[in-house]
């Protein structure tokens, strides 16, 4: 049969984009011509043999899938210093090996100088982004299910994964976008070592996220330096200590993050509209407070009391916290400087903190629980520590039942980042964050040229960064510590229903009134039009574009 | 000899009595002998001329800075007027610190979001559910305050947990 032979006019140089098909023309989409091959195995192509390159048959694909890889890294030339023409190769004419050492020495952020006129894979023409792996060694091909795009302005990778179909693009791709993905896949690959216990793969590949996560901007340069580092400390065992910080340095942390963006004040709002109703038309009220912290939930609350009809309630208020370390007693001060405002608004008040190194500690006799009082609970992003101690959570549901609450409202991360297996917790996490830290981007990003003075710019900035560190820490915690240290077990909504469905209790519907508050809260956001909120099962959702963040539900007993 | 022209009459710098207004003003009609009128004057007002009014003169900033006003400004399209916010909102700063810090930014920012399909009254309604965000968002202010000045009331700015109202909206 005769063949047409492989067009000979193979352009070597670069920026000659030819619309001739590369290398393989007839492996390129035309599976006849591939069948035909088939038939005629003796281990080695013809075709290529005619050149001088020997290829097993069975090898063709392979070859085929690298010589794009090689060319999609060759072609994105980042500016970077070119290796010099020191770097060693196997002869090319056992092409399968020669492209795999390629590939082996190349680190992508560094262009090969190719070897001599002859190469093949001089010719450069565009190929779509190439699917493969970052060419370290022993790497192999990142499954297509492991990839998903870090943020959304990144384009979807699935039409490229397993592409079989050569068809020539002319159009070169050659943009950060590439590091970005690459950057992905990087980390993904370091978790895979990891959890494979690879620890020197991981390595190699903790520090080159590293390389590709500074050629990055924006969100995902600092989520990637966060995994990075929290890869990296996992890698080296240099877990954080436990406890990490002072309470009153998390405190001002979580201040920041309050101060930059609503998820915080959407828990504290929707939260406060469910305590409200479940007090209507009582005379006595106690809200017992699990995450006290600087009490910025609770002025909004005395404000509605004391405005609601029929006057105000006397208001008792519990607060639990955990000791501050040093000599402070600052869950006092808390309530010291909540009792003046109580007093501002005529709202009778009574305060009481306990401190606690964990909620499981909490004793419901501790209290001083009064017959006459409908209690309330309230947690926000607490629950999910106690995931870190078996039975912690039920032995706190339990004792939450004896102090007879009205309502429990528990505000809580929407995700799963408690799974047993690793590199699921970390896909799970790295799309969370991902998605958190966009939304930060473009909440804290209008600073400039606002009401008072360059100062509001500055310090818009400085509550930017430290709500960035405050998430940052978490997401060490996630990934780099293990057993009862790793207290950031976020669990998903349909998770924590169960729970608390066996420890008896049953849901209450939050009203219409506090998704319209949420709703009107997010409005006043600057990039409000990301934030969404979502009505799922009488519990509110807040999420950015289509990714649910956070989530408040109330719950009663049976 | 310094003439300080105050409140439509002629001053001089050495203190003498004023001198009667020049011809040129007609029938010797002033405002400021009819403070009620002005005050009826001023309650019809929108936020910001009321702002401009202030700055007239110290006789009208007096006036302006009347709380009242503020708080038939804020509250003069709600219906029903909300009760016993009254002794809450002077106990935390008053209505004219309330429409500075909260409500003035509340509903510039939701009136820019609705710009999009729907056709804008000028001086909107606004509802219920608004008027409890403002107090909200009012209290935790005063709170912050009271957290950041240790005990006393700090200082006359906005506090930051309310920054997120002063940034700009990408319209």
């Known amino acids: ?558 | 000899m310094v003439h300080i022209l105050e409140n439509g009459e002629h001053f001089r710098a050495d203190n003498r009595e004023p001198e009667p207004e020049p011809e040129g003003f007609g029938s010797g009609f002033s405002i400021n002998d009819h403070l009620d009128l002005l005050i009826e004057v001023l309650k019809r007002l929108d936020g910001r001329s009321l702002g401009a009014a202030a700055c007239v003169c110290r006789q009208w900033c007096a006036i302006a800075r009347n709380d009242s006003l503020w708080e038939h400004l804020c509250f003069r399209h709600v219906s029903p007027p909300p009760v016993g916010v009254r002794p809450v909102v002077s106990a935390l700063g008053g209505y004219r610190r309330l429409y500075m810090v909260c409500v003035r930014p509340v509903l510039s920012r939701l009136k820019r979001r609705r710009l999009g399909g729907e056709s804008e009254v000028v001086r909107r309604v606004w509802n219920q559910h608004e008027v409890e965000l403002s107090l909200s968002l009012f209290c935790v202010e005063y709170y912050e305050r009271l957290l950041v000045g240790g005990g006393r009331v700090a200082g006359d700015s906005p506090s930051s947990s309310l920054k997120f109202l002063c940034m700009p909206v990408n319209v």
Not at chain 1, 39 to 51: N, R, Y
Not at chain 1, 248 to 260: V, W
Request: hydrophobic fraction near 35%; glycine fraction near 8%.
């Open chain 1, 1 to 558: 049969m005769k063949r047409d032979y492989p067009n000979q006019n193979h352009t070597l140089f670069p920026g000659s984009s030819s619309s001739t098909p590369p290398l393989l023309p007839d492996l390129t989409g035309k599976s006849k011509m591939w069948d035909e091959f088939n038939e005629q195995d003796t281990g080695v192509d013809e075709l290529l043999a005619v050149l001088g390159y020997k290829v097993k048959s069975s090898d063709m694909v392979d070859v085929a899938q690298k010589i794009e890889h090689l060319e999609g890294v060759l072609s994105n030339d980042d500016g970077l210093s070119q290796m010099a023409s020191d770097s060693i190769h196997q002869n090319p004419s056992d092409l399968s090996s020669w492209l795999e050492s390629m590939i082996c020495e190349l680190n992508p952020v560094v262009q090969v100088q190719l070897p001599g006129s002859g190469s093949i894979a001089g010719s450069l023409v565009g190929t779509s982004t190439s699917p493969g792996s970052a060419g370290i060694d022993d790497l192999q091909a990142i499954p297509g299910d492991a990839i998903y795009p870090p943020t959304k302005k990144q384009k979807s990778l699935s039409e490229d994964n397993g592409n079989k179909t050569y068809s020539p693009n002319p159009i070169v791709i050659i943009d950060s976008q590439e590091n970005g993905i690459r950057l992905v896949h990087t980390l993904m690959a370091c978790a895979e070592a990891v959890q494979q216990d690879d620890m020197k793969r991981a390595e190699t590949l903790v520090k080159q996220a590293g390389y590709l996560a500074v050629s990055q901007a924006g969100a995902m340069r600092k989520v990637a330096t966060y995994f990075a580092e929290a890869l990296a400390r996992r890698i080296y065992r240099l877990y954080p200590k436990s406890p990490q910080d002072a309470p009153a340095f998390r405190d001002l942390l979580q201040m920041h993050f309050y101060e930059t963006c609503p998820y915080l004040k959407f828990a504290h709002f929707t939260a406060n509209q469910a305590i409200l109703e479940a007090f209507a038309g009582k005379k006595k009220v106690h809200v017992i407070d699990f995450s006290m912290k600087q009490g910025m939930q609770w002025p909004a609350l005395m404000q509605a009391l004391a405005l609601r009809p029929g006057g105000p309630p006397t208001f008792r208020l519990t607060g639990i916290g955990p000791p501050s370390g040093d000599n402070t007693d600052h869950l006092q001060e808390v309530g010291w400087k909540l009792a003046q405002l109580a007093d501002t608004i005529h709202v009778e008040f009574q305060y009481r903190g306990f401190l606690a190194e964990s909620l499981s500690d909490l004793e419901p006799a501790m209290l001083e629980l009064r017959e006459d009082e409908v209690v309330a609970v309230n947690s926000v992003f607490e629950m999910h520590e106690l995931l870190a101690r078996p039975g912690a959570v039920e032995k706190v549901l339990s004792a939450v039942k004896e102090m007879k609450p009205e309502i429990l409202t528990v505000v809580e991360q929407e995700a799963n980042h408690n799974g047993p297996v690793f590199l699921e917790r970390f896909t799970e996490s790295l799309h969370y964050y991902s998605t958190l830290f966009d939304s930060l981007e473009s909440s804290g990003g209008g600073g400039g040229g606002s009401v008072e003075s360059g100062g509001v710019a500055a310090a818009s900035n400085q509550d930017k960064i430290m709500s960035e560190v405050y998430l940052g820490k978490q997401i060490c915690n996630v990934v780099a510590c293990e057993g009862p240290d790793r207290v950031e077990r976020h669990e998903t909504l349909a998770q924590w229903k169960t729970r608390f469905d066996s420890a008896g209790f049953q849901p209450v519907h939050l009203g219409s009134n506090a998704y319209k508050q949420a709703s009107m809260l997010l409005a006043l956001f600057a990039g409000g039009d990301g934030y969404r909120v979502e009505e799922n099962d009488g519990c509110l959702m807040l999420g950015w574009h289509t990714r649910s963040l956070i989530t408040t539900s109330a719950w009663k007993l049976r």
